[in-house]
């Protein structure tokens, strides 16, 4: 969970503050410097390439604020900064792992309609839990259509991330009979292959019985026992 700044003030030692302070107020100028250009004369064109100083700071936040807070230092950067979608894309793809999860938990927080879905998109082609979880978060809640969301569930109970990290899971299951009927083939497919299906997956078919029946969702399709596994299995 992100931490507010007075939580990251109260944690941090005098020299993560400090730092703190200085990326902040950094990331505040290039805001207001990119406020000002929009409203007046805009000023001399710098390079795509060059990323201002408060970018540099979202790299470093895990060496001087530590890993454990890390994600709320990045994520209040890219708010003070009122990062654009350049930013944000530059960061997402040339981060870490880490770095990367940052963005996506923050999108929501920033004035970017659905133009960041592509990051979205490509965290959900990975098979990193951490950032699958974060990506599901509330911003493809609100922006992911209803084909792509469908298989960000399955891609959460594919890869083991819970489902607790869906922003909006019941909202958006309810009554989602093809989301349902998906289930029962991914059920299927788990049992023909001798697997276990997931308690998740019964916890999302159970949202997805419509308004006024939850709680008597249909069981999971299950295919007959599977043969003995073979050497090739």
Known sequence: MLKSRKELDAELGGAARAWLDEAL?????DAAG????????PGPETSPYTSPPWELRYAAAGRHCG?????????LLLVEA???????????QQG??????????TLHLLDLGDTALP?????????????VAAAVGPYAAEHLDTHAWRHAVLKCLFTEVPVAAVARLADRARGDAELARMLGDFAAERTAAGRTV??????????????GEEGHPAPPTAAPAAPAPTEES
Request: net charge negative; hydrophobic share 45%.
């Open 25 to 29: 107020a950094e990331a505040a100028h």
């Open 34 to 41: 990119r406020t000002e250009a929009t409203h007046d004369a």
């Open 67 to 75: 890993l454990d807070h890390a994600d709320s230092v990045r994520s």
């Open 82 to 92: 009122r990062a654009a979608l350049p930013s944000v894309t530059r960061l997402y």
């Open 96 to 105: 870490t792992a880490a770095e990367r999860r940052a963005v996506l938990l």
């Open 119 to 131: 990051l979205v998109e490509d965290a959900l082609r990975t098979n990193d839990t951490r950032l």
């Open 198 to 211: 997931p308690e998740d997956l019964r916890t999302v078919l159970a949202l997805t019985a419509p308004a």
